[in-house]
């Protein structure tokens, strides 16, 4: 039933014109093919569960499944700003990042999709090659400037780095939505009059706006992923995000963190990650191809 | 009078070719005043940085001796170049990238014709392909090193009693590619789908009528019409397995001969506080990645992403 109500269309169509009842024993093949990439996919998640939901004392038992469920390990991270600030500045820092990037990336993703203007194919290749950039080649730069302007350990200090990389995705993401909307509705609109900017503003804007929130969610998910700038340009819990502060969590503080806490803190960062992916599958899957192979 | 009337229509031409570049020129400014903000945020944030770590390179700036920091030319590419730990870690990335690539690249297809083909259960398997591709690296490689982690691990009570996996450096080096394959075999995955049903279904069902076996099918089909959208793929994992970082930061910390580039990098810049040596690095990376970029998009001809936004 899904399958058929999918809007992929060539997916839908063969699934519609398929098999009225299929054989048992290709069904079982499939649904053993399947439950084996699910399998795959999930086993890691499972393992992450089972070490937070464990019993402190039962830790070490190596057992897939907890012999012992307890909530300890939540609490004890809930407990203190060890992990909560973290959480916190992962959150700001990701919303504001996203909802700058996303502003911008959607004026620029028009002119690119829409305007004939010269500096358009330099605009095109200097983003792709900011996403080829290593970062670690803009760590060390960044580290000294941003000492001496005074934003490093700071949020603007994360933010920043985060808008320039999410903003070559976020463009081409949002270009791939806007060349499918319709030439004739702006054609109309300025037969009728509306200028440049009223067309943007009240033409286009809402009929992209499914295209708008998936750019959001991936740049989201970037900025939620990083590691590498969290660590490097931060110093202490005022702008540490999550996964940075775990990535201290372990050996390199002078206090090791138990393995439940760990676990525990991980999956408290995972669960954006699959309502997400739940609730929006296909808009994650339309928006992270589009720009890769039709654009 | 006679020779005004024959210029009229010229005139009009020229008042229609004034209103018309008008029109022109407020389109071309307000293409810039879009572009504006989002441009001007990306060089300040890329590009003047790279222009500043090739500057840095040239110093030697050690933070720990800050007084003596001065320009020494292309002395720090020589330290560098001439040393073991910058090759060593070269060949660990190397083999990282091309392994971890290849196996995605069959790992992915399959995967994606599986989504394709399959009859049932089609939203579950995508929705689970999903969460590899979403969960934070950092997470992943968490799950990853615990379970290998003797004492406490599932794994690595399967493993013969007495061995540390992530200690010993060909096996890290293989859990830390299994721990990237886990994690981006999916975006691979759901490139190839993408290409893979732009595959018209008659060709196929042509090549069926004629006689092609499916695995004749697939290689003188599907592989032809999917050049591009696996070349995109092969291209973007390239880059990206190229800057691991994440997942040999977690599961080894680089220790025991599995750092990458990247690691040094960081290594480099925190431990050693040697900022021009690490700016040396991070211009090193950036040339390897620009150099594996052109090799795909003049080599192998692969589109660069956003060329037919161009064309338009």
Redesign the interface.
Known sequence: MTAVAAPAARTAARARQARPALPTGRKTRWGAANLVVVAWTLFPIWWLVALAFKDPTTLGDGSFWPNKWSWTSFSTIFHGSAFVQPLINSIVIGVISTVISVVLATMAAYAVARLKFPGKGVLIGVSLMIAMFPAISLVNPMFNIERAIGLFNTWPGLIIPYLAFSLPLAIYTLSAFFREIPWDLEKAAKVDGASQRQIFMTVIAPLALPGIATTAILVFMFCWNDFIFAISLTSTNAARTAPAAMGFFTGVSQFTFPIGNVAAAAVIITIPIVLFVLFFQRRIIAGMTSGAVKG | MTTVAPRAPAELTRIERRRLSAA?R???R???L??A???I??????????G??IY?SLQRYDFRFPQLTRFVGLSNYGVVLSSGIWWHAFVVTLIITVVSVAVELVLGMT?AM?L?Y???????????????????????A???Q??WTP????L??LLPAGSAPLTSQVQAIGLIILAEI?KTT??MT??L???L??VP?ELLRAAKVDGASGWQRFTQVMLPLMK??IL??LL?RT?DA??I??NI??LT?GNNGTGS??II??DN??TALN?GI??T???L??IA??II?VIFIKGFGTA???????R?
Request: charged residues 10%; positive net charge.
């Open positions: 022109t407020a389109e071309r307000f293409g810039w879009l572009c903000p989002a441009v945020v990306m060089a300040a944030v890329a590009f003047y940085p790279i500043y770590a840095l995967f599986l394709h399959t009859p049932l259960w089609r939203a579950l398997v995508r929705t689970s392909i999903l969460i590899p591709y979403g969960i934070v690296t950092v997470a992943a968490f799950s990853w615990y379970a004492g406490t691990g599932y690595a009570s886990w999916p975006f759901l490139l789908l993408a290409g049903s732009l279904d591009p959208a995109v793929a973007f880059l190229f800057r970082f994440d930061f977690i910390r580039v990247s990098g960081y810049l925190f900022l690490g700016s690095i991070s211009v990376i950036f990645v620009a970029a660069a992403p956003g060329t037919a936004l161009e338009r």
